[in-house]
């Protein structure tokens, strides 16, 4: 027994963390004697539809299966994709069976969370956008959540033990519960205590919305802290919030009347896309939660495509060893690996595991550039209605 109800890294690594019925497989072919030579491929969706995703989750996938003697292609992680696969397997089907389950866990859950920040960041392109939403998923995984917020674009996150896992610092300032700690109608010796014990360096956001109007508040902190407020935070509760966009503006307004003007507005509080789109006129940064923390996996599968060097596949799904290229209208377009690929297009497949050994190297600043590359080229529509 665990003190948590986690599934420590040396059993996912063992291929221990799987599904029942891949260990009757395993038992069964063994029995048989039976260990073809495979071809196998992840995908999402066979066809091309235009609804593009954002690909992570390759650096834990690629960790999990070194050292197994197989060859595995891959997208490079912050790639957007459309149909098709996105990683390759080619080996003997005993020697990597037990390993879907965390494979596909790694990818689905890293892509969907890197999607939903791919559109939080294209609903906001010139504002400042971080990740707030790792309180909503099972703390093991909150460094998943962050790198993948990064991946799809977001400025930042709160998580103080994944900024230590990713090399980054956290950001965050304070909560409700610091107000509250001081008592109704002491904010200011709230935000006056915060300023006097933080050190220089950390930014002076007030946050103002505890008790009162947020308005009142807001012009409040601003004559308590004078110079020295950066920002304020307005995150107020949608069962109490109305008009958001109007309460923002009417902040907005109070400041600029006072001369206020280099004080930046700062929202949270279960935002999406829309939300965004609405408000980011009026606001110089956002706190995304659970709409990037809670995203939907993206549906992968793992299937086997070719074995003993002949087509194979399951109903539904296309046989034969495939290729997927990025064509120079940023299209996304698949093809069998043995014939010609689209004119001009880029193969995105590549090579990441020979025999086992890792043959590429995994940059966090180098994905997310690559993503920011791939999106502007790509140019994915998001949702409006997301």
Same mark, same amino acid.
């Given at each position: 027994? *665990?003190?948590?109800?986690?599934?420590?890294?040396?059993?996912?690594?063992?291929?221990?963390?799987? $599904?029942?019925?891949?260990?009757? *497989?395993?038992?069964?072919?063994? @029995?048989?004697?039976?260990?073809?030579?495979? %071809?196998?491929?992840?995908?999402?969706?066979?066809?091309?539809?235009? #609804?593009?995703?954002?690909?992570?989750?390759?650096? +834990?996938?690629?960790?999990?299966?070194?050292?197994?003697?197989?060859?595995?292609?891959?997208?490079?992680?912050?790639?957007?994709? $459309?149909?098709?696969? %996105?990683?390759?397997?080619?080996?003997?089907?005993?020697?990597?069976?037990?390993?879907?389950?965390?494979?596909?866990?790694?990818?689905?859950?890293?892509?969907?969370?890197?999607?939903?920040?791919?559109?939080?960041?294209?609903?906001?392109?010139? *504002?400042?956008?971080?990740?707030?939403?790792?309180?909503?998923?099972?703390?093991?995984?909150?460094?998943?959540?962050?790198?993948?917020?990064?991946? !799809?674009?977001?400025?930042?996150?709160?998580?103080?033990?994944?900024?230590?896992?990713?090399?980054?610092?956290?950001?965050?300032?304070?909560?409700? &519960?610091?107000?509250?700690?001081?008592?109704?109608?002491?904010? #200011?010796?709230?935000?006056?205590?915060? $300023?006097?014990?933080?050190?220089?360096?950390?930014?002076?956001?007030?946050?103002? $919305?505890?008790?009162?109007?947020?308005?009142?508040?807001?012009?409040?902190?601003?004559?308590?802290?004078?110079?020295?407020?950066?920002?304020?935070?307005?995150?107020?509760?949608?069962?109490?919030?109305?008009?958001?966009?109007?309460? %923002?503006?009417?902040?907005?307004?109070?400041?600029?009347?006072?001369?206020?003007?280099?004080?930046?507005?700062?929202?949270?509080?279960?935002?999406?896309?829309?939300?965004?789109?609405?408000?980011?006129?009026?606001?110089?940064?956002?706190?995304?939660?659970?709409?990037?923390?809670?995203?939907?996996?993206?549906?992968?599968?793992?299937?086997?495509?070719? %074995?003993? !060097? #002949?087509?194979?596949?399951?109903?539904?799904?296309?046989?034969?060893?495939?290729?997927?290229?990025?064509?120079?209208?940023?299209?996304?377009?698949?093809?069998?690996?043995?014939?010609?690929?689209?004119? !001009?297009?880029?193969?995105?497949?590549?090579?990441?595991?020979?025999?086992?050994?890792?043959?590429?190297?995994?940059?966090? +600043? @180098? *994905?997310?550039?690559?993503? &920011?590359?791939?999106? #502007?080229?790509?140019?994915?529509?998001?949702?409006?209605?997301?």
């Amino acid at each position: 027994m *665990t003190a948590f109800d986690i599934i420590p890294p040396e059993t996912i690594a063992s291929g221990k963390a799987t $599904d029942a019925y891949f260990d009757r *497989t395993v038992e069964t072919l063994e @029995a048989t004697d039976t260990n073809p030579h495979v %071809v196998a491929e992840v995908t999402a969706d066979q066809f091309s539809d235009g #609804e593009f995703e954002l690909l992570a989750g390759v650096k +834990d996938a690629v960790e999990l299966l070194s050292g197994l003697p197989i060859d595995v292609w891959t997208l490079p992680e912050g790639t957007l994709f $459309d149909g098709g696969p %996105v990683m390759r397997i080619e080996g003997n089907y005993l020697d990597f069976a037990r390993y879907e389950t965390s494979l596909l866990g790694f990818l689905s859950h890293a892509s969907g969370i890197a999607t939903n920040a791919m559109r939080a960041r294209q609903a906001a392109p010139e *504002t400042t956008v971080l990740s707030f939403g790792a309180r909503h998923v099972h703390p093991s995984i909150a460094a998943v959540v962050e790198r993948s917020a990064l991946v !799809g674009g977001l400025d930042g996150f709160s998580h103080v033990a994944a900024g230590e896992v990713l090399d980054r610092e956290a950001g965050g300032t304070m909560p409700h &519960a610091l107000l509250i700690c001081f008592g109704r109608g002491n904010q #200011e010796a709230a935000w006056r205590a915060y $300023d006097e014990t933080m050190p220089s360096a950390a930014p002076r956001v007030a946050l103002c $919305d505890t008790y009162s109007d947020e308005v009142d508040e807001v012009l409040r902190a601003a004559a308590e802290l004078g110079e020295d407020l950066d920002s304020v935070r307005l995150d107020t509760t949608s069962s109490r919030r109305g008009d958001f966009e109007q309460i %923002v503006r009417e902040v907005r307004w109070e400041l600029e009347a006072r001369g206020l003007d280099d004080i930046d507005i700062f929202v949270s509080g279960g935002l999406g896309p829309a939300d965004l789109r609405r408000l980011r006129e009026h606001v110089d940064g956002f706190g995304v939660g659970g709409f990037v923390s809670n995203a939907d996996p993206v549906d992968f599968a793992l299937d086997i495509v070719e %074995v003993e !060097g #002949e087509p194979a596949a399951k109903r539904g799904k296309l046989s034969g060893t495939k290729q997927v290229y990025r064509t120079p209208d940023g299209g996304h377009h698949v093809a069998l690996v043995d014939r010609v690929g689209p004119s !001009g297009g880029t193969p995105l497949l590549e090579p990441v595991i020979e025999d086992g050994t890792v043959t590429r190297e995994f940059d966090l +600043d @180098a *994905t997310i550039d690559r993503a &920011a590359r791939d999106i #502007e080229r790509v140019d994915p529509v998001s949702d409006p209605d997301a």
